[in-house]
């Protein structure tokens, strides 16, 4: 009824304004809208008309370079935290009361998500986005790194550790997808590959001596913390 007054109103005030013969179609532009804002792409889906949405601009890239520290890193923490319990076994043993046969736990809950989860992580990273399943595996890591810090108890320590090797499934072959699709060109690519394999194996030894250090000083729950 207001809205039939206002267009009355107009139409007197403005003779040559006539009503258009088709409603406009605010409703579908806002659901358009709505979902570019909550989608991860960074241009409108191939289905969007160009009149309807205007190109988007392109958000500035971060150096390639930046990027491919931030999956070093991501592995680096990842090969470290795996090696670096090995050598905190007798203390955790003697502080949460393990015996011979749960103590090889820590590690085999580990690696057993870690390698089933492997392929699976990839292959979810295809279907939803590699760098979603990257930044869900960073987080899941961490959540539970928290929560093996903080284990009192055999059982809780084991299905933390399990966890984290889930979250490990999800952030390395992810971030080794995206390398490739950031870096184009065979030789740089062949080199940022490189860098992100020896990021592992770094990690793997500079775990080791991490580990010992932590253990005989301030314990070995911050294992678990770096």
Not at 99 to 111: D, G, H, M, R, Y
């Given at each position: 009824?207001m809205?039939?007054?206002s267009?009355s109103?107009?139409?007197?005030?403005h003779?040559s304004?006539q009503?258009s013969?088709h409603?406009?179609a605010?409703s579908?532009s806002l659901?358009l809208?709505f979902f570019?804002?909550?989608s991860?792409f960074?241009?409108?889906p191939p289905?969007?008309?160009?009149?309807?949405?205007?190109?988007?601009?392109t958000?500035t890239k971060?150096?390639?370079w930046?990027i491919l520290i931030?999956?070093?890193l991501?592995?680096?923490?990842?090969?470290?935290n795996?090696?670096a319990?090995?050598?905190s076994?007798?203390t955790i043993?003697?502080?949460?009361h393990?015996?011979e046969?749960q103590l090889p736990?820590i590690?085999n809950?580990f690696?057993?998500?870690f390698?089933t989860?492997?392929?699976?992580?990839?292959k979810l990273g295809?279907k939803?986005g590699?760098?979603?399943?990257?930044?869900?595996?960073?987080?899941?890591f961490?959540?539970w790194?928290l929560?093996c810090g903080?284990?009192?108890?055999?059982i809780?320590?084991c299905v933390?550790?399990?966890?984290?090797g889930?979250?490990?499934?999800?952030t390395?072959?992810n971030?080794?997808?995206?390398i490739?699709f950031?870096?184009?060109e065979?030789?740089?690519?062949?080199r940022a590959?490189?860098?992100?394999?020896?990021s592992?194996?770094?990690?793997?030894g500079?775990?080791?001596?991490?580990?010992?250090?932590?253990?005989?000083?301030i314990?070995?729950?911050?294992?678990f913390?770096?």
């Amino acid at each position: 009824m207001m809205v039939h007054s206002s267009l009355s109103f107009i139409q007197s005030a403005h003779p040559s304004i006539q009503p258009s013969a088709h409603p406009p179609a605010l409703s579908s532009s806002l659901c358009l809208s709505f979902f570019l804002l909550l989608s991860p792409f960074s241009s409108p889906p191939p289905f969007v008309s160009q009149s309807v949405f205007p190109p988007m601009k392109t958000a500035t890239k971060a150096p390639k370079w930046a990027i491919l520290i931030v999956f070093c890193l991501a592995q680096f923490l990842d090969v470290a935290n795996l090696s670096a319990v090995n050598i905190s076994l007798p203390t955790i043993k003697a502080e949460l009361h393990f015996s011979e046969s749960q103590l090889p736990w820590i590690v085999n809950a580990f690696t057993l998500t870690f390698g089933t989860f492997l392929l699976i992580g990839g292959k979810l990273g295809d279907k939803f986005g590699h760098k979603l399943l990257f930044l869900i595996g960073l987080l899941w890591f961490s959540v539970w790194s928290l929560v093996c810090g903080l284990s009192q108890s055999v059982i809780l320590l084991c299905v933390a550790r399990a966890m984290q090797g889930l979250g490990a499934a999800c952030t390395i072959p992810n971030a080794l997808a995206l390398i490739q699709f950031t870096y184009t060109e065979e030789i740089e690519k062949s080199r940022a590959l490189s860098v992100f394999s020896s990021s592992g194996a770094l990690g793997f030894g500079i775990g080791l001596v991490l580990g010992g250090v932590f253990t005989a000083t301030i314990g070995w729950k911050y294992i678990f913390y770096m």
